[in-house]
């Protein structure tokens, strides 16, 4: 079983950044992709970012251009860069594995954009 654990979140202000953390159990390119999902209160999980095994990345729409994901194979540790934070940001933030179609998740971090 293929544990991830989530670290980084906290409270920011609007236009603030933050850099969230999350260790994955083993080699990290023994999974398919690595990558960030948010429930905020009230809505369904919403996809964020994800890097493949290839590096490819890919964003949600809300966060192209503002959330940046990388990882470093070493540590197997995959970040979550996120800048000119929002409101509307605010969620829990859960790291997702997949190797085919088997699925992990982290028990998730909280962020909180607020002035």
């Known amino acids: 079983q293929v544990q991830l654990v989530e670290s980084g979140g906290g409270l920011v202000q609007p236009g603030g950044s933050l850099k969230l953390s999350c260790v994955v159990s083993e080699n990290i390119f023994n999974l398919n992709a690595v990558g960030w999902y948010r429930r905020a209160p009230g809505k369904e999980r919403d996809f964020v970012a994800s890097?493949?095994?290839?590096?490819?990345?890919r964003y949600g729409d809300s966060v192209k251009g503002r959330f940046t994901i990388s990882r470093d194979h070493l540590k197997n540790t995959v970040y979550l860069h996120m800048n000119s934070l929002k409101s509307e940001d605010t969620a829990v933030y859960y790291c997702?594995?997949?190797?085919?179609?088997?699925?992990?998740w982290g028990q998730g971090t909280q962020v909180t954009v607020s002035s």
């Open positions: 997702h594995g997949n190797i085919l179609s088997r699925q992990f």
């Open positions: 890097i493949n095994v290839g590096g490819v990345t």
